[in-house]
C-alpha cells in the first residue's frame, strides 16, 4: 500500500514502463532520433537515394527487435521521492543489461577511434541512477492522464516520473508541497 506525503517523509515504488508505447518516451525519441534522420530521409529522398532510406528503414527495424529481445520493449525503474529530492535508478535486473551494453559501446567506441560513440556509452551509464535535489529544480511538467511527471533542473537535468494510476496524486501532492511558489505546468 502506498503511504501519502502526509503520512510519510518518503515514498518510493518501482514500475514497469512500455519503451515503445508511452507517449512520454516517444516524444523524446522523436526529438533526440525523429528530427536528425527525418531530415535526412528528406535529404535522401530529395536525392533519390532510396537505398540510404532502405538502410535507415532497416536501422529503425532492426532497433525495435532488439528493444524487445534485450529489454522485452519495457523499461523497469524505480523512485524515490524524500525531503532531499527525487531520484530515479534503473531496476538492478535491466541495470546489469544496460551495464553490459554500455560498457560494449564504451569499448567499441575506444576501439574504433569514435570517442561520441565511447561518451554516449558512459553517458548512459551515468544516467542508471540519478538525483536531482529539490533547490535544483526549475520546471515541473504534470501529465495526469498519462500518470508522469517530468522534472527540469539544470541543461541537461531532467528526469520524467513515471507513477501507477494508484499513486500519480500522492506524488503529484508530494512533488508540490516541496516546490511551493515554482511555477508548474499541468497538461
Known sequence: MMLSYKDSEKIAWTIRVPILRNAVILKQL??????????LLIFLLIIKAYYGVGLIALLFLLTYLFINIVWGGKYDVGFELDKTGIRSFTLENQAKKNSILNAIT????????KPAVAGAGFLAQSRQDIMMRWRNIKKVSCYPQKHTVII???LTESIAVFCTKDNYH???????SRLRGQPIRIL
Not at 522523436?30 to 531530415?39: C, H, R, S
Not at 500522492?170 to 508540490?176: Q, T
Open 106 to 113: 564504451v569499448v567499441a567506441g575506444l576501439l574504433s577511434g
Open 170 to 176: 500522492d506524488v503529484d501532492a508530494y512533488i508540490r
Open 152 to 154: 527540469r533542473g539544470g
Open 30 to 39: 522523436a526529438i533526440a532520433i525523429g528530427i536528425p534522420f527525418g531530415l
